[in-house]
């Protein structure tokens, strides 16, 4: 008994249908952490943000995909933080000096490892672990 190609057809999509269906659902009853594709990492693990030389040529690298940026600092450490100003949500961006951070939106200032300087913002950037290995400049996110 054969199958005419209209049928193999419908029955594919009924299988492509179900197989979607499962597969957003296979966290039923996990309400604890949201569904991640397996080949991504997940928070807490150390994902590569470019490399060293991308670093030194650029002066500094923004992940779009994780929102980090990773500065060298005057003294030559590595410091991740989560760009955003914790007053309104703009993006601060480096001075022409390297030492400061400013948000162009509403004036706050933060020094290079995120600390407030002046407002309007009270709360100081996020920091992230960083670290260099094999040439590649890694975030740990938490």
């Known amino acids: 008994m054969g199958m005419n190609r209209r049928e193999f057809v419908g029955w594919m999509s009924m299988g492509a249908i179900v197989t979607s269906v499962i597969g957003c659902n296979d966290n039923v009853g996990d309400s604890s952490e949201p569904s991640t594709p397996k080949d991504e990492p997940s928070s807490g693990e150390f ?55 400013a948000c162009p939106c509403h004036g706050s200032q933060f020094t290079i490892r995120g600390e407030v300087l002046q407002g309007p913002a ?11 290995e094999d040439d590649q ?4 996110l938490s």
Request: hydrophobic share 30%; net charge negative.
């Open 47 to 101: 994902q590569v943000i470019g490399t060293v030389d991308e670093l030194n040529e650029q002066g500094s690298l923004l992940d779009e995909k994780t929102g980090v940026i990773v500065i060298r600092s005057p003294s030559n450490d590595l410091i991740a933080l989560d760009p955003t100003c914790p007053h309104k949500g703009c993006t601060v961006e480096a001075t022409d000096n390297k030492e400061r951070l």
């Open 122 to 132: 009270d709360e100081p950037l996020t920091n992230y672990e960083v670290k260099t």
């Open 137 to 140: 400049v890694l975030v740990k």
